[in-house]
């Protein structure tokens, strides 16, 4: 019997970690005793360990990956017992390997024998739901099935590492299987999470859709007197959004459906699918929005405007969940495309910090948290972090002042402006820098008074966009998380 840790770096995460679930059942079948931990334990670090696994998700959350992994590297004799897989690590594996002394597993891990020699393909083992019981934190949603039925996707756009992790696509696993299997051990789940990338571009669709359907999941669904939902959490493509396919579509319990709208070359078939699924009943839609790529603010503000639109039209909710574009290589998450300022990627991330992530279609809403014209977005995130969160509670106490010397900026000064903007974020000095000012420094003062940064509590008035946002069930139904402010 061997001793086998599993452990998630303590970053946000939502969903659980799945490759570690498959970990656990591997061993345990084997005979192994399987802990689990996030983050850095020292209780657990003071144990000998036959093999440690550590999983990596997004690239920005590199560093902290590496410090995790170097935390447990004396509880195991050998490099090659401490093990690092995962999203991350197989995008930047160079990055890991300059940084640790690890042994990494990479990809899809689907051929089997990378475990030991004749272990099964991981991709093929059933995830152990029971090791989520093990901690305290809390995943979501808490009683669903996760499953992956394709893999790949048919689309090779430039900012996705999907062409990267799976250059195949295809068919992979069938539904019924996943869940027959899932119910034998755990029992029956609730909800029904599908993880696939491009679920649509497969010919098994049709099939696949009477499969979840058959499972229990056929729409109006319940379980237990409550509702059930599937969720196909990547998104669907509209392109591929056909009138067979919205159809099908609508015989089961799909909540919400999330569409991408990445830019605006697919107006017309994301305008399209809308106006499909909405004719055969769907309602309720989560819609991502990409950012920070090739776009600019101007943009982001019209797609948001486009769901506001289709929200009027066929009378459902179109919430936007704008997704800020990071490269690959990005391990710091301070990416600032060529269409956007740093100052308007942080304005952009006060405003979905107070709406918790996510975009109302109401006018009411949306005109209040991002202006009425395209310049008025902007304006809007140029401010200050405290007068965007806290709009209301900061009108008369400074964000009159700062607009009247921001509207007396010609284009080149406020350009100039924004750049002087992210230059002092970055500073180590910022405070001897900002004493130094001459141009710009009545603004300055707005963000930085006295050269230091607020401690952006906000007085106990109205909170305006915050209570607001509150106040408004769209902002409500968001089912992740917006992580906190970059640096």
């Not at 499972?215 to 669904?221: H, L, P, S, V, Y």
Request: positive net charge; aromatic residues 10%.
């Amino acid at each position: 019997m061997r001793n086998i840790l599993l452990v998630e770096p303590d970053y946000r995460s939502k969903f659980p970690p799945l490759g570690l679930m498959r970990l656990a059942t591997y061993h345990r079948e084997r005979g192994d005793a399987v802990t689990f931990t996030r983050g850095k334990n020292p209780a657990h670090r003071a144990l000998p360990w036959h093999r440690i696994y550590v999983a990596s998700l997004f690239t920005w959350e590199l560093p902290r990956t590496i410090d995790t992994v170097n935390y447990y590297r004396s509880s195991v004799v050998n490099a090659e017992d401490l093990i690092v897989g995962g999203v991350a690590a197989s995008l930047f594996p160079e990055y890991v390997l300059e940084r640790s002394d690890c042994k990494l597993l990479t990809g899809l891990l689907d051929q089997g024998g990378e475990l030991d020699p004749g272990s099964p393909p991981l991709s093929s083992v059933l995830p152990d739901y029971s090791l989520l019981d093990s901690i305290d934190y809390s995943y979501s949603p808490t009683d669903a099935y996760f499953v992956k039925i394709t893999v790949g996707c048919v689309r090779k756009c430039k900012f996705c590492a999907v062409p990267i992790l799976e250059p195949k696509f295809g068919f992979s696993n069938a539904l019924k299987s996943q869940l027959r299997r899932v119910e034998s051990k755990f029992g029956s789940k609730q909800h029904l999470i599908v993880m696939d990338n491009n679920i649509l571009g497969v010919d098994e669709f049709p099939t696949i859709i009477g499969e979840i359907a058959d499972a229990g999941f056929e729409m109006g669904a319940r379980r237990n007197k409550r509702k059930r939902s599937v969720d196909f959490n990547q998104g669907l493509d509209c392109r591929l959004i056909t009138r067979e396919k919205a159809e099908l579509l609508s015989k089961i319990c799909i909540d919400p459906v999330r569409l991408a709208f990445d830019h605006d070359g697919i107006e017309k078939p994301y305008r399209a699918a809308i106006g499909l699924l909405s004719e055969y009943g769907l309602k309720e839609f989560t819609n991502y929005l990409l950012f920070n790529f090739i776009d600019q603010p101007e943009s982001l503000y019209k797609r948001m405007l486009v769901n506001m639109d289709l929200a009027d039209q066929y009378g459902v909710a179109v919430t936007a969940f704008p997704m800020r574009f990071v490269p690959m290589n990005d391990v710091n998450k301070r990416h600032v495309s060529k269409g956007w300022h740093w100052r308007h990627l942080r304005g952009m991330q006060c405003v979905l910090l107070a709406t918790r992530g996510v975009v109302s279609p109401s006018p009411k809403f949306f005109f209040h948290a991002f202006g009425d014209t395209p310049d008025r977005f902007k304006e809007i995130l140029s401010m200050p972090d405290r007068y965007i969160v806290w709009r209301k509670a900061y009108e008369t106490q400074g964000a009159q002042d700062w607009r009247k010397s921001f509207r007396k900026l010609n284009e080149s000064d406020r350009a100039d402006f924004l750049v002087l903007l992210e230059k002092l974020n970055k500073s180590r000095q910022r405070k001897q820098e900002v004493e130094g000012l001459r141009k710009f420094r009545g603004l300055v003062e707005h963000y930085y008074p006295g050269g230091n940064t607020p401690d952006n509590k906000p007085p106990e008035v109205d909170l305006g966009i915050q209570g607001l946002a509150t106040g408004y069930d769209y902002a409500l139904r968001s089912r992740r998380s917006v992580e906190p402010l970059p640096d």
